[in-house]
């Protein structure tokens, strides 16, 4: 099974701040995915990347997989980019379905 | 096109009780999944399926858990006998192919009292 950490747990941040959010695994995977779960509590998908960079808008995902680790970066931050942020791997040997971090609580405080 | 729904999306059960919790999937997406979120928690896998297939069901927690999609389409997932410990956010996604990015339906809260 892969064991999904991610850091920080919670991250308060002023309004205009760049932001950054750790994720590592433990076992090879095809893609890693970056989830957003709203306070009103729906999940949207925001990244699946299996190598490199990609950029949506303020959000930028990198991966390395030879270190099996991932960030999620947001440049100027904004309020309603307050959310938990999830990032989630496949378990390895096989299986598909997702296994997930705990989430990072992000606050952005104007 | 519409994303994935779930119905119901509120259910409050007595103990003892037998529920379906239904996922319609986006239309054409092959592999829809099933998941379990705590309330404070991350979601946690239980089955997925591959057209009608049910691929891994690994992460069902016992036995009074099971899941269909007899026509590859919607899937319903039904919970006998529901214990207080099932209550939570059960959350279904799809996609358009195995390893592709899932989209998430809004979840069904169950409730058991």
């Known amino acids: 099974k892969n064991e999904v950490e991610q850091s920080p747990q919670n991250l308060t941040a002023q309004e205009g701040e760049f932001i950054t959010i750790n994720c590592s695994y433990s076992?090879?995977?095809?893609?890693l995915h970056w989830l957003q779960q709203h306070p009103g509590g729906g999940i949207v998908s925001l990244f699946m990347?299996?190598?490199g960079k990609k950029k949506h808008g303020r959000l930028i995902a990198t991966i390395n997989i030879q270190e099996k680790h991932s960030s999620l970066h947001i440049t100027a931050s904004h309020p309603r980019d307050s959310a938990v942020y999830i990032c989630?791997?496949?378990?390895?040997?096989?299986?598909?379905?997702?296994?997930f971090g705990k989430g990072t609580h992000l606050i952005i405080q104007p | 096109g519409a994303g994935v729904s779930q119905s119901p999306r509120y259910k409050v059960t007595k103990r003892g009780q037998d529920v379906a919790l239904r996922c319609d999937p986006i239309?054409?997406?092959?592999?829809l999944y099933w998941y379990r979120q705590a309330l404070g928690q991350g979601p946690e896998f239980l089955t997925y399926?591959?057209?009608?297939?049910?691929?891994?069901k690994s992460g069902l927690p016992n036995d009074r858990f099971s899941a269909e999609r007899p026509e590859g389409s919607i899937s319903t997932l039904t919970i006998q006998r529901t214990e207080q410990r099932d209550s939570a956010m059960y959350r279904c996604?799809?996609?358009?192919?195995?390893?592709?990015?899932?989209?998430f339906g809004p979840g069904t809260r169950l409730t058991v009292l």
């Open positions: 996604a799809s996609s358009l192919r195995i390893y592709n990015e899932q989209f």
């Open positions: 076992v090879g995977i095809s893609a």
């Open positions: 990347l299996s190598s």
């Open positions: 989630a791997a496949p378990p390895g040997g096989g299986a598909d379905g997702l296994t």
């Open positions: 239309s054409g997406h092959v592999s």
């Open positions: 399926f591959n057209y009608e297939a049910q691929q891994d």
